[in-house]
């Protein structure tokens, strides 16, 4: 492994002044459960490492009127640990409790999943669906990127030199609203998944019919994909199986399925 200056510095401002001072040679420090598997197996050759930890931002985990604002160096169990998340936000719990194991989940979180951009991210999925946008700082200012944008193909996302992920945003929940997340693995709870699939829903207050619907999937494409036209299709439409399968239908057709 290529030997590497260790940072830790205590502002948004510092740790960008790092990022932009070595480039594409350094990398924040989160989880590490990513990082440290592909600087040792010298998929990077990195100058410096930034330990976002002591980063007041990017530790803050909140729910507000406003919704929900994820630090992106919140582990995943402050995550699904947290009551009021689980009662709000029940598709990103779903999403951060099955990241890894118990352990990878003490120090992994949902904004390291997200940088990673692994097309099987289970963070991802539902935070696409909940209408999720990613805080970014740099040296000139910040920025808004929409989580289903974020991503731009296996390990690659929007973030360019000096980047650095503060927050991941999302909407507070509408009323009558519903979400989860689910996947298909091949083994146990530590695998990879086949398949998975995010989604969030409105329904009337009859509860009876679909107002509206956001689907997004993981591990059929390059990236995390929002089969937007599956979840279009929902708005309107009866809660019963044939309105369902049509949409399942419709986002099979929005798979783009790589190869290993």
């Keep these: 492994m290529h030997p590497f200056a260790y ?55 909140s729910v507000n009127g406003d ?17 009021d998340v689980a009662a709000q936000y029940s598709g990103i719990v779903d999403g951060a409790s099955i990241i890894g194991g118990i352990q990878i989940q003490s120090r992994a979180g ?64 509408a009323a009558n609203s519903g979400a989860a997340y689910t996947r298909f693995i091949p083994r146990n709870e530590m695998d990879i998944a086949v398949a998975g699939v995010g989604v969030y829903v409105i329904l009337d207050d009859s509860g009876q019919n679909f107002v509206s619907g956001r689907i997004a999937l993981a591990s059929v494409g390059p990236t995390p994909i929002l089969a937007s036209e599956a979840g279009d299709s929902l708005a309107g439409k009866p809660v019963n199986d044939e309105t369902i399968a049509a949409a399942a239908a419709l986002a099979k057709n929005a798979a783009i399925p790589i190869t290993d």
């Design 7 to 61: 940072v830790a510095p205590t502002t948004v401002a510092e740790a960008v002044a790092v990022l932009t001072e070595h480039g594409d040679r350094a990398r924040p420090l989160a989880g590490g459960t990513d990082l440290l598997v592909k600087a040792r197996a010298n998929v990077w050759e990195l100058d410096a490492v930034i330990d976002i930890k002591n980063i007041p931002e990017l530790m803050t985990l």
């Design 67 to 83: 919704g929900l604002s994820i630090g992106a160096g919140v582990p995943c169990y402050q995550v699904y640990d947290n009551s």
């Design 110 to 173: 949902l904004g390291g999943n997200l940088c990673n951009a692994s097309p099987s991210g289970d963070g991802i999925p539902a935070l696409i669906a909940h209408s999720a946008v990613a805080h970014i700082a740099n040296s000139s200012g910040t920025r808004e990127v929409a989580v289903e944008d974020f991503c731009t193909g296996p390990s690659r996302t929007v973030l360019e030199a000096g980047d650095l992920l503060v927050s991941i945003e999302v909407p507070k929940p």
